[in-house]
């Protein structure tokens, strides 16, 4: 697999971009959040998922009150550097209502 710097990554104009959450196990997707380039940095560092909260204005850990943090596999990068696909092991649910993934329901 091709290997990309983080220079490399193209961030939108608030310096932010999209982050799918996948199952490393099953593939399924379990959340989208937005991640600034710190938090891709202590992603990598950590080995544990780190986003930006934009209502909050600052970075928060997955799971940090909960417990129900992710445990980071791989993070992927899409062809147009401007998505992160990031490969976990959740511990408990994803979604903040308690289900596994945010995407629980139909449309």
Known sequence: MERVD???LTFDD???????VQ????????MLAWM???????????GKTVFWSRSRNELW???ETSGHVQ??????VDCDGDVLL?????VGPACHLG???CFHRGL
């Open 61 to 63: 850990r997955k799971g």
């Open 36 to 46: 600034s380039r710190e938090s891709v940095e202590r992603t990598l560092d950590e």
């Open 99 to 101: 289900e596994r993934s």
């Open 6 to 8: 983080l220079d490399a």
């Open 23 to 30: 199952d490393a196990e099953n593939d399924e997707v379990l």
């Open 86 to 90: 990031v490969r976990v092991h959740q």
């Open 14 to 20: 608030r310096g932010l971009l999209p982050a799918i």
């Open 71 to 76: 445990h980071v596999e791989e993070v992927r």
